[in-house]
């Protein structure tokens, strides 16, 4: 079942802040994915999505938010299948984070889909294969 139910999201700037501050980090393209490994209880995977303030208006923000949670609720599977086979759980962050108005005006599911499939790649090689 394709669905991002409320208790999969992560809300409240503490909660951000402190996986920035001391998560570990990727970035890729226009994403930034920083992330805690372990924070949670069994295998959970909480999510959180943020658009840097340099995209100036609210409605750009918003459009680039939805573009990213509607790429992880189409792949989420991926991301947990990859979890539930190394027995750990994970709170994470993407962040938005361009200010060049062509890349924001002309983004579409297919530019975030590249830069997240190349932040899972590097996940799943460097954090997951230990």
Do not use: P, W
């Not at 943020?50 to 573009?67: D, F, G, M, Q, Y």
């Not at 539930?84 to 994970?90: K, T, V």
């Amino acid at each position: 079942k394709k669905t991002l139910k409320k208790n999969d999201v992560l809300r409240g700037y503490k909660v951000f802040s402190r996986i920035i501050t001391t998560g570990k980090s990727i970035r890729r393209g226009n994403l930034s994915f920083y992330y805690i490994a372990g924070g949670l209880e069994g295998n959970q995977l909480k999510i959180g999505f943020a658009v840097s303030k340099k995209v100036k208006t609210a409605v750009k923000r918003n459009r680039l938010k939805r573009l990213m949670r509607e790429y992880y609720r189409l792949h989420k599977e991926t991301f947990r299948d990859l979890l539930f086979r190394n027995g750990c759980s994970l709170e994470c962050v993407v962040l938005f984070n361009s200010n060049c108005s062509e890349v924001i005006n002309t983004i579409g599911l297919k530019g975030i889909k590249k830069d997240f499939d190349m932040i899972f790649n590097e996940l799943s090689n460097n954090f997951f294969k230990k």
